[in-house]
């Protein structure tokens, strides 16, 4: 018997190449994947919190140095078995809190760790956690988008004369280049990120000490813990600071939820344009799966699934939303949902940025059948119209007369011939003839082009200021994500260092 060639996947015959396996693992989703505890996501976040408030309370007295020593000593062996995989959360203990706690006054058998909880309250704890967690989220998606960014930038650079149609109703409307194109997507994008690094600004103040609402007559020193933790100030009212709880997911959903649609736009016209009835794009084997019925097929799943990521992420904007609406100041037990919400709508858009990079990184622009396209459809209408006004200072409501007109008189050839031109001026009674060089740029959809110079506009020229300009962007985005990238590492040392 002839040995078997090894295959991909069932469907996997028929590529040239293996499937990328992040793409598998995205399109595959939760089908084969089971999600970890939310408070085990919150575990290292809660070990630092705790961290900087012990340091806290030696600070102000409560703690000795022996008492914050032991304490340090304990959260790091709960912190190594953590990473060990060897500490597990008990349910029983009700969540990641009481689990540190007891862990440090029972399982290490500290006595201090009963003073662990002086002068503060579950309630800021978790919105601490929950805080850092956030940042932490926010900083890797901010950065995973500015890298999708300049992939997108990097590609627009190779295609800014590579011309196509452009669309709107999904009908053929005028000509762009592919370059103009992909600036559309960046620009887009380059908004989300703006948002995301708004977002860090906004939430990284420290509810740590405002205990369950109406802080506490303990001597504790809230700035001091806040330095600790890497925020740049703390959140000042301490009722607002426990109402406000999902306030942050909330808003971090909203910028979340907008960059997915603008992802979804991505996804959708790669699906189209993708298609072999238009014919202007091709993924690459990687990031395309098959059939297990139809031999033939290449499916762009990825984008398929980004789509419904989107909905998804509206649904949980709704609901984070909803739960806030109407509770009273204080704390609410309605808002331990918040968490759950953002972290599945977390979970679920992390990777799309670095799915879709792959995706433009390989794709392939079929530029001849791009421009045969623009010489279909009557696309060039538009800008013989503008140019019929420029050149013998006519109205442009005239021009557009004439070219429909034109239009009408083409319909067999399928675009606007000279002939039909010459007739149709003739009708509307308009002195105008065309040259030798009329006629080329009438014939010409470079030189349609090329009259379009300003600022947004599809010329090579204009798409390369562009993306000048779009880096200069994403370059002071990345110094601010830096920046607080460093604040948080130096905050992390002094809280367990020595």
């Avoid at 990328?20 to 085990?40: H, K, Q, T, W, Y």
């Avoid at 990097?154 to 370059?179: D, L, N, V, W």
Wanted: aromatic share 6%; net charge negative.
């Amino acid at each position: 018997m002839a040995k078997q060639k090894q295959k991909f996947q069932v469907w996997g015959n028929r590529l040239n190449t293996p499937p990328d396996e992040l793409n598998i693992g995205f399109c595959a989703g939760r089908d084969v994947v089971s999600l970890p505890m939310a408070d085990e996501v919150l575990l290292e976040y809660d070990v630092w919190t705790n961290m900087a408030h012990a340091r806290m309370l030696k600070h102000v007295g409560v703690l000795t140095d022996q008492e914050l020593l032991e304490i340090r000593t304990g959260l790091s062996a709960l912190l190594a078995e953590h990473r060990a995989g060897t500490f597990q959360l008990d349910p029983v203990k009700e969540d990641v809190h009481i689990n540190v706690e007891h862990y440090i006054t029972f399982v290490r058998q500290i006595a201090a760790g009963k003073k662990i909880h002086t002068g503060r309250s579950r309630n800021d704890q978790v919105s601490t956690d929950m805080r850092l967690f956030l940042r932490a989220e926010v900083i890797d998606l901010a950065e995973s988008l500015i890298h999708l960014i300049r992939t997108i930038l990097k590609r627009a650079e190779a295609e800014t004369g590579s011309i196509m149609p452009g669309f709107t109703h999904y009908q053929p409307a005028m000509m762009t280049t592919a370059g103009h194109w992909l600036t559309g997507w960046s620009q887009g994008l380059l908004r989300d990120v703006t948002s995301l690094v708004q977002n860090l600004k906004t939430m990284n103040r420290s509810p740590l000490g405002a205990a369950a609402s109406f802080g506490t007559s303990w001597p504790i020193n809230r700035e001091y813990a806040a330095e600790l933790l890497g925020f740049d100030a703390v959140e000042e009212n301490s009722l607002d600071c426990i109402s406000s709880r999902g306030e942050n997911e909330t808003r971090v959903a909203s910028s979340i939820a907008i960059l997915m649609n603008h992802l979804s736009i991505v996804s959708q016209d790669i699906i189209l344009l993708s298609t072999p009835y238009y014919g202007f794009i091709e993924v690459d084997d990687k990031y395309v799966t098959g059939s297990s019925i139809m031999p033939q097929k290449r499916n762009p799943d990825f984008a398929e699934i980004i789509r419904s990521k989107a909905s998804m992420t509206q649904g949980s904007l709704i609901s984070l939303l909803g739960i806030q609406k109407g509770a009273m100041s204080g704390y609410n037990r309605d808002t331990q949902q918040t968490k759950y919400l953002i972290m599945d709508l977390l979970r679920e858009s992390r990777d799309v940025p670095s799915i879709l990079g792959g995706v433009i990184t390989s794709l392939r622009f079929n530029r001849s059948t791009m421009r045969q396209q623009c010489e279909s459809g009557f696309i060039n209408s538009t800008d013989i119209a503008d140019w019929l006004a420029q050149k013998h200072g006519l109205s442009f409501r005239d021009c557009y007369e004439v070219v429909s007109l034109a239009v009408k008189y083409s319909e067999a050839q399928g675009k606007v011939t000279v002939a039909a031109l010459e007739k149709a001026v003739a009708e509307q009674g308009l002195k105008v003839s065309f040259s030798g060089n009329d006629r080329d740029f009438i014939d010409s959809p470079e030189k349609s082009l090329l009259n379009k110079q300003h600022t947004g506009a599809p010329s090579a020229s204009s798409v390369k200021r562009m993306i000048h300009s779009q880096n200069e962007s994403l370059d002071q985005m990345e110094r601010d994500i830096n920046g607080v990238r460093e604040k948080i590492r130096i905050a992390q040392e002094r809280a367990f260092g020595d």
